[in-house]
């Protein structure tokens, strides 16, 4: 069975200072990972996902993320946010060949301060 | 395209009541799935029906929860009866097949048993 660890719960930050909310996973099988973010009362939005190819993956909103398979990690960054990101970030896995089911980390709170 | 719709929004009820939730994908989208989101975790897969079969429900609380799809189209969850570690955002998403993971999330509906 997969499962997701965020490492911190919660990350505060000033606008237009780079952020890093790491993430790491443990499965038995090849894994893809993805990263979604969920605004206040909304449902979850895809930033980004690594299905193959390039283990550095862009995603929408000026976010990045780099698989590290050796490290089993898939951490989120953006070198400058935005009040605008304050949001909770949540990485998901789900096993290769499998139902598409994905197994969700419980979250990251990113808060922006001006 | 409309995204995936659910309905009510909110709801309150007592334990031991019963409620039902209703979730309509997007066109075209042949699988469907329910999440159940408890404050402060990440979203856990409670079913998923790839047209108007069951997938996967290995998490799903049958003695309490059920649903069905109709016509592989809309989807309802029902809860009888209900308790209060049933508190939760209930999230509906669908998808097409294919392995894109191209999920589309509703924007729940909050479920507070008191």
């Known amino acids: 069975a997969q499962s997701v660890t965020q490492l911190d719960s919660q990350v505060p930050v000033f606008e237009e200072a780079p952020v890093e909310l790491r993430c790491n996973y443990s499965?038995?099988?090849?894994?893809?990972l993805f990263w979604y973010v969920q605004y206040p009362n909304q449902g979850l939005q895809l930033l980004l996902k690594?299905?193959?190819?390039?283990?550095l993956v862009k995603g929408i909103n000026g976010f990045e993320a780099e698989f590290n398979k050796s490290q089993t990690s898939f951490h989120l960054r953006k070198p400058s946010v935005h009040i605008s990101d304050t949001a909770e970030y949540f990485c998901?896995?789900?096993?290769?060949?499998?139902?598409?089911?994905?197994?969700f980390g419980k979250g990251t709170k990113l808060t922006v301060n001006p | 395209e409309a995204g995936v719709a659910q309905s009510p929004r909110y709801k309150i009820i007592e334990k031991r009541q019963s409620v039902a939730f209703w979730c309509n994908p997007i066109?075209?989208?042949?699988?469907l799935y329910w999440y159940q989101q408890i404050l402060g975790q990440g979203p856990k897969l409670l079913i998923q029906?790839?047209?108007?079969?069951?997938?996967?429900d290995s998490q799903l609380p049958k003695d309490r929860f059920s649903a069905e799809r109709l016509k592989g189209v809309d989807s309802t969850l029902k809860i009888q009866p209900a308790k209060l570690e049933d508190s939760a955002v209930y999230l509906c998403?669908?998808?097409?097949?294919?392995?894109?993971?191209?999920?589309?999330f509703g924007s729940g509906t909050r479920l507070t048993v008191v």
């Open positions: 029906f790839q047209n108007n079969g069951v997938v996967d």
């Open positions: 998403a669908s998808s097409r097949t294919g392995n894109d993971y191209g999920y589309t």
């Open positions: 066109s075209g989208h042949a699988t």
């Open positions: 998901a896995v789900s096993d290769q060949g499998g139902s598409e089911k994905l197994v």
């Open positions: 690594y299905l193959s190819g390039s283990t």
């Open positions: 499965s038995s099988v090849s894994v893809y």
